[in-house]
């Protein structure tokens, strides 16, 4: 039961939630494009990846590396940054649109601004 709901409540649950809720349909997880996006818009050529703020350094308040291991982590974590860069600068040059919502986003009391930042992207 636990394992479900908070499947339920994950980032990637409450972009797609939103954004079927505007109307859009999407495909998930397309492994033929770079990254692997998330959520892709086939007929608006746009994609959506949904990102945690700890493993693609967003540099919020999630994001504290532990100070056991730092060199490590810091070396795992500007690994990851460096390709999330590269997958977003690969799928432009094939003229996707992308947007990157970071996991502290969707928190409920900061739907509404999702929502309209959503909208703006997708809006053709
Ligand atoms: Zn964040």
Same mark, same amino acid.
Do not use: F
């Given at each position: 039961m636990?394992?479900? #709901?908070? #499947? =339920?409540t994950t980032p990637e649950m409450v972009v797609r939630r939103l954004v079927h809720g505007m109307g859009y349909r999407y495909r998930l997880h397309v492994a033929s494009l770079p990254g692997n996006? =998330? $959520?892709? $818009?086939?007929?608006?050529? #746009?994609? +959506?990846f949904v990102s945690g703020c700890f493993w693609h350094r967003h540099g919020c308040g999630r994001c504290? +590396?532990?100070?056991?291991?730092?060199?490590?982590?810091v070396g795992k974590l500007?690994?990851?940054?460096a390709r999330d860069k590269r997958v977003q600068r690969a799928l432009r040059r094939q003229?996707?649109?992308?947007?990157?919502?970071?996991?502290?986003?969707?928190?409920?009391? #900061?739907?509404?601004?999702l929502q309209?930042? $959503? =909208?703006?992207f997708l809006t053709p």
């Open positions: 636990a394992a479900v #709901k908070s #499947k =339920d996006p =998330d $959520l892709v $818009l086939p007929r608006h050529r #746009k994609v +959506i504290r +590396i532990p100070a056991a291991r730092r060199r490590y982590w500007e690994r990851n940054a003229g996707w649109g992308v947007m990157v919502v970071w996991e502290c986003q969707t928190q409920r009391a #900061k739907l509404d601004r309209n930042r $959503l =909208d703006r």
